[in-house]
């Protein structure tokens, strides 16, 4: 029995592309090209969008989604071009998507069912595979009816005659049950794979401060992960380039690391059943420390995009961490100072910088090593003289004011930060703070979370061909 979903070979396929625009939605920020995204992902899936049909109404047909009339206009459409396919901007039900091939003769995909197909064809780990199946599987379901034709009637007995002619069982009944004992296996495997995860992920950050990009899929987030780190990860100028976290160490310099990781990005109306699947993946970024969101700058649609990746990072329960914008790309700006000064307003603590040509790199270590330690305190750390591991790690990596010894004790005085005392009692370090237990002076030190404050790129750094600059 075939799970796929119909597209699975989309390769190269002539397509049409197709949305209702509601009367709610006129003002939105890609009213002057609602299909630019839906555009974007039939070519990261290898379609040809060769014509579009867009339908302005107060609300979707029942039946099919257009009105009788756009159907027709649609189908004259896919014949003067020789369409094969027509792609829906929308979730269609099983019963629009049916009603719409009969009226088209042609296959007719919607946007969740296009997405699911790009997974599909970009998840290499088994983890990625596991769950990419898992949403494919959800998504078929309910629409068997729909997308297969073997669904006659089973019934009771061979050879047929006399008593054999009960009610027996429907195709379809079989097939739905195989497809729910298929995603319970699936499942119990995902599960398998996502405990592992979870404990590699509690085991690093407990180990290490940890970063996470996350941001809208295409912002630039795997050019900025390889420019920070030693790189790896797969960079292209294409939709869902990545679909596994990877992590890598990034040093901020002064002898402060951190693991930077790279995620899935996220989109508009994403499929619920990937975001539910996708858990496991997403491991790293409900985890994190602080989390990077990459903004594609140049992209007129920014901070719809923005407000997406916000909306995703609360539905799965990343709400905690410290945020910080980043505005990438900004070396394709047109007029740069016009265009940061616009941002300046809405994110004045946002980090303008390109992962291209490295500028703006120093502003945002700055950011994430204020993060890292906290607000910097000079105190006074006494540490057993037997411990000489703490006594180095403070010297290599705070800033040592002076130094005194007793006849039990190393006695520092030292500016530091509150992520330093952590590290030194991760050790397993016995030392007293200001005369007082460290978890008290840590306390009384740092009463409350670090202030965000408003780092801004340094104005001797010049954005590369225009040559103006940004604060």
Not at 12 to 18: D, F, N, S, V
Not at 182 to 195: H, P, S, Y
Not at 255 to 270: A, E, K, P, Y
Not at 428 to 443: D, F, I, K, Q, S
Request: net charge neutral; aromatic share 4%; glycine share 8%.
């Amino acid at each position: 029995m075939e799970t796929g979903l119909r597209g699975d070979s989309l390769r190269a396929e002539r397509a049409i592309l197709a949305a209702v625009i509601l009367n709610s939605d006129s003002g939105s920020s890609d009213a002057a090209d609602p299909l630019h995204e839906l555009r974007a992902l039939a070519e990261t899936a290898g379609v040809l969008p060769v014509g579009q049909l867009i339908q302005n109404r107060q609300g979707m047909d029942g039946r099919t989604c257009l009105g009788k009339g756009k159907i027709q206009e649609l189908k004259t459409i896919v014949s003067e071009l020789r369409a094969g396919v027509v792609i829906f901007d929308h979730d269609l039900s099983p019963s629009q998507l049916r009603n719409i091939e009969e009226a088209l003769c042609c296959k007719v995909l919607d946007r969740s069912e296009l997405i699911l197909d790009i997974f599909a064809n970009r998840a290499t780990t088994r983890a990625a595979q596991l769950q990419v199946e898992i949403a494919q599987l959800e998504y078929t379901a309910p629409r068997l009816r729909a997308m297969w034709s073997h669904l006659g009637q089973v019934t009771g007995g061979s050879p047929m005659g006399v008593g054999t002619r009960g009610p027996g069982e429907q195709q379809l009944e079989i097939d739905r049950r195989l497809v729910s004992r298929r995603i319970v296996a699936l499942k119990r495997d995902l599960a398998e794979v996502q405990a592992r995860k979870t404990r590699e992920v509690q085991s690093r950050r407990a180990e290490h401060f940890t970063v996470g990009i996350v941001g809208y899929t295409n912002a630039g987030k795997s050019t900025l992960f390889n420019a920070l780190t030693a790189g790896g990860a797969f960079a292209n100028d294409q939709l869902f380039a990545t679909l596994q976290t990877r992590t890598e160490s990034w040093n901020l310099g002064g002898g402060n690391t951190v693991m930077l990781s790279d995620t899935v990005g996220f989109i508009q109306r994403l499929p619920h059943h990937l975001v539910a699947s996708f858990r496991a993946t997403l491991e790293e970024t409900v985890h994190s420390h602080l989390l990077l969101l990459v903004v594609d700058a140049a992209d007129e649609n920014a901070r719809s995009q923005l407000a997406t990746v916000r909306e995703v990072l609360d539905s799965i329960g990343a709400k905690n961490q410290p945020r910080c914008v980043v505005l990438n790309k900004v070396d394709k700006l047109r007029s740069s100072a016009k265009s940061l000064a616009a941002w300046s307003s809405d994110e004045p603590a946002a980090i303008a910088l390109s992962a291209l040509t490295c500028v703006g790199f120093e502003a945002l270590a700055d950011r994430v090593r204020h993060e890292l330690l906290g607000e910097l305190r000079e105190v006074t750390v006494t540490i057993p003289l037997r411990d000489g591991r703490a006594v180095d790690f403070l010297e290599a990596r705070a800033q040592v004011v002076s130094r005194d010894y007793d006849e039990e004790s190393t006695i520092l005085s030292v500016k530091l930060g509150k992520r330093h005392l952590e590290q030194v009692v991760a050790m397993g370090t016995r030392c007293t703070v200001n005369n007082l237990p460290v978890h008290e002076a840590m306390a009384a030190l740092w009463p409350a979370p670090a202030r965000i404050v408003q780092i801004r790129t340094p104005p001797h750094e010049r954005l590369v061909g225009d040559g103006a600059t940004f604060e």
